[in-house]
């Protein structure tokens, strides 16, 4: 069986995936579920924010191709 490692945050010496302790630094390096949940919130607030931006900003650039009806329109 193969156990997954990954760096200490903190002293960045290898250690098990599942480990919640870094065996070399003693320190924590689990993320607690309530973080993990404000993350994913954030990450999602993120997201639908770029999808706004977007949005407008494609509808802005729609819209300055547009004539305005000023004196340059009226050729057109």
């Keep these: 069986?193969?156990?997954?490692?990954?760096?200490c945050p903190f002293c960045f010496s290898e250690k098990e995936a599942a480990a919640p302790v870094c065996p070399t630094c003693n320190r924590e390096t689990e993320i607690?579920?309530?973080l993990r949940?404000?993350?994913?919130?954030?990450i999602r607030i993120r997201d639908?924010?770029?999808d706004e931006l977007a949005e407008k900003e494609a509808r802005l650039?729609?819209?300055r191709g547009r004539p305005t009806g000023?004196?340059?329109a009226a050729g057109a």
Excluded: F, H, N
């Design 37 to 42: 949940k404000e993350l994913e919130d954030l």
């Design 1 to 7: 069986m193969t156990t997954s490692t990954v760096r």
């Design 70 to 72: 000023g004196p340059d």
């Design 48 to 50: 639908q924010l770029r």
């Design 32 to 34: 607690p579920a309530s």
């Design 61 to 63: 650039s729609m819209g």
